[in-house]
């Protein structure tokens, strides 16, 4: 007679306490397939990642901040430079091994990241000079300069350009169009905004119906006499745009906020070249 098959056997050898080794085993490998690839990933990241905050720091001095997604940048600072990954000293600097695994950026993208941070070098010493003319000429609270994710933006308040309800340019407005327009001259050719802005007390008399139109002549007669005084400007790379009321940065219920609210802004775009280091947008 045949013998009948033990429980082992029908298992297939294996007894039926071995079997939860089968998939236990299967998981651990997809556990480990699975830290390999995100140990890989983190590891290009972090170096790319470390190349161009070190580019930021270096060229800029604007430290860790350079690299945030924020509205108005910081001012600079004096950075601290990455420790080498083999002790010693510090990096030499851009194009180094940027995580010690003997990677370099490639020389397009050094490129591209030097003449962003020449680009970031120009403005800032643009911003430097509006805040010196205001002090020279006593606009501080008028005329003031930020730099941006969009670009360098300078604001000149309504004292500082024209009389109450007028779009007609003083004597002081003058000097400030002509100081910006030298300023403009040295960045050229790149896109700028003249913005006109008001509070939101109504005018409805003329040669002015609303303030639509008040921020609009402001806007535009700022424009001209930028490209007066600033003979080599082109007028294809500049324009005028009106906001009247509707873009405040100040609260309209005081005097003081509809002050700062009536204003003319000088938007000087940012000309990052595009990825790979080819041109400018």
């Keep these: 007679m045949k013998r009948p098959a033990s429980r082992g056997e029908e298992n297939g050898g294996h007894s039926t306490s071995?079997?939860?080794?089968?998939?236990?085993?299967?998981?651990?490998?997809?556990?480990?397939?699975?830290?390999?690839?995100?140990?890989?990933?983190?590891?290009?990241?972090?170096?790319?990642?470390?190349?161009?905050?070190?580019?930021?720091?270096?060229?800029?001095?604007?430290?860790?901040?350079v690299l945030q997604n924020t509205h108005v940048l910081p001012p600079a600072q004096t950075p601290a430079l990455p420790p080498s990954p083999h002790g010693g000293k510090p990096d030499a600097g851009p194009g180094a091994p940027a995580g010690g695994g003997g990677e370099t950026v490639s020389p397009e993208e050094k490129e591209r990241l030097e003449r962003i941070l020449t680009e970031e070098r120009l403005l800032r010493g643009i911003q430097s000079e509006v805040e010196k003319f205001a002090q020279e000429t006593g606009l501080e609270g008028e005329f003031s300069a930020q730099l941006t994710e969009e670009g360098l933006l300078l604001s000149i308040g309504e004292k500082a350009l024209f009389p109450s309800g007028s779009a007609e340019l003083t004597p002081q407005a003058r000097e400030v169009a002509r100081r910006v327009a030298q300023l403009l001259e040295r960045v050229m050719p790149r896109e700028v905004i003249v913005a006109g802005h008001t509070d939101n007390v109504p005018i409805n008399r003329p040669p002015f119906y609303s303030n639509w139109e008040l921020s609009?002549?402001?806007?535009?007669?700022?424009?001209?006499?930028?490209?007066?005084?600033?003979?080599s400007l082109d007028p294809h790379h500049m324009r005028a745009v009106a906001y009247g009321e509707f873009r405040p940065v100040a609260d309209n219920a005081t005097e003081a906020g509809r002050a700062k609210n009536r204003r003319v802004e000088v938007l000087i775009l940012r000309q990052y070249p595009p990825e790979g280091g080819g041109g400018s947008r």
């Design 216 to 231: 609009a002549a402001r806007a535009v007669n700022f424009l001209k006499a930028l490209l007066t005084y600033g003979p």
């Design 18 to 65: 071995e079997l939860w080794l089968i998939p236990y085993a299967d998981l651990l490998t997809l556990l480990l397939a699975l830290f390999i690839v995100l140990f890989s990933v983190s590891q290009i990241d972090n170096k790319r990642l470390a190349a161009l905050s070190e580019y930021f720091s270096l060229a800029l001095q604007g430290g860790p901040g």
